[in-house]
């Protein structure tokens, strides 16, 4: 129960022997993520660690946390792989652009709808 945030017999008889596996399995998933997550931290406080210089004299190697980790850039990529070209980390996007940005993107979504729609009549 307390692996899978039961919190009454009720709950856990309703489940089908299918759904327990597949709750399971993403709960043993997650705490793969979990350990990831904790190794990637070792490392970074191994990273932190590091200096450079001679043994008498260290220096860190790492002297400010965006030399160790740019959470900007991170950001930054991730925003113009989902935003394209009209994403630009130098200037903001001005309200056309939204407009514009916005207009794509819905008109992209109708024709995910209508396909789907499609796909239902030839299915049924």
Not at 55 to 80: G, T
């Amino acid at each position: 129960m307390a692996y899978l945030g039961f919190n009454s017999i009720e709950e856990i008889e309703k489940m089908t022997l299918v759904e327990y596996q597949l709750r399971m399995e993403a709960y043993q998933i997650s705490q793969v993520r979990l350990h990831e997550n904790i190794a990637l931290q070792a490392f970074f406080n191994q990273m932190v660690q590091a200096t450079t210089g001679s043994k008498k004299h260290p220096k860190p190697k790492y002297n400010s946390l965006e030399k160790l980790f740019d959470a900007k850039s991170e950001i930054e990529q991730i925003r113009s792989k989902f935003e394209g070209e009209s994403y630009s980390h130098n200037r903001p996007i001005s309200k056309a652009d939204r407009k514009q940005i916005f207009a794509q993107r819905y008109d992209e979504w109708q024709k995910i709808k209508a396909k789907r729609r499609g796909r239902r009549r030839l299915d049924g």
